[in-house]
């Protein structure tokens, strides 16, 4: 089957070429995010593959339809981005995949949590300065902290284990609670309010959806220690990005670790070093010292990569031949 592959990059392309004869499959690989202004470049092709940054909203979909498009497998897990009731009125199938390493997302989290303690970009800018001083680079034990995981499905439960390895006290939230996290970790599941109030760390592992749009606001942040560390590999969405900047303004929150950011669909995964930052909001987190920025790269892994490409190109083969489709989501699975 022919796909047009959206927004793609040299460091992914290798991969799916490599399984591309395996699958059977006809790639042609697109740099351009997938938008109303580019949505047409899909015109002939039966299938889109479409990553997190994508726009798949009712315009580019009625687009993409119109075109010819049957089938949108995305490169992801989440899919929060494609207005799945207009796919499935549209006669779309939609794809995605489910679990590609969630190790790969949980240790980020953990990276982000580690550089942030111990302040790994202060002490490494520095020694680049020849400046060998200790001052300011104090950071704090893991083992002993208690850390609150909000969201304990696939990823969430990794980073409960790797937690756990630290010595931490692990408090979770999930309206699912994992009996085997409580029996083989000691996970102590609590509501969000005690969550917030008793947290040195909360690390956020749960779909973006209208019910969890700002789940962390000015009210989450004022029942937070004002210690506390807020890491989110999630979706940017999940956190109201005003708010977070106004807790760190007052001291309200000791600091975040953010992999991913609501504005990021028209900055993140592209080279701007030449160009200006016009988002403001953004411009002011990246000013404070005790934040830690990266592009939506929690996912970057070599077994990340290759289980995406090998699923995403199964899904596709599974789809041609009109097999059972475990990995379709439906319009009723969306959000809310
Ligand atoms: P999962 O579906 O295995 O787990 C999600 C968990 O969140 C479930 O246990 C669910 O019950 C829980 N949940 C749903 N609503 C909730 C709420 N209101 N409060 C608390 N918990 C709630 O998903 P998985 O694989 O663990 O991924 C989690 C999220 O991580 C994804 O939705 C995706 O947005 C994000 N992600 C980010 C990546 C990155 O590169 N930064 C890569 C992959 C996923």
Redesign the pocket.
Known sequence: MKIALFDTHRFERPIFESLEARFGQELTFLEPKLNEETAKLAAGFPAVCAF?NDRLNAAVLSELHAGGVKLIALR???Y?HVDLPVASALGITVVRV???S?Y??AE?AVALMMAINRKLCRASARIHDLNFSLEGLVGFDMHGKTVGI????????VMASILKGFGCEILA????P?STLVARLGVRYVS?EELYRNSDIITL?????P??QH?IDANAFSQMKKTAMLIN???GGLIDTQALINALKCQELGSAGL??YEEEETIFSRDLSESVLKDDVLARLMTFPNVLITA?????THEALHNIAETTLENVRNFEQGQDLKNEVHARGAIG
Request: charged share 10%; glycine share 12%.
């Open positions: 997190v992801s897990a989440g929060n489910p679990a590609y969630p790969a997302v980020h909000i969201g304990t499905g696939k990823i969430g439960s939230y999930d309206p699912f994992d969000l592992h749960l779909p973006l959806s019910t969890t789940l590999t999630g979706r992999d991913v939506h790269q929690a996912f970057l």
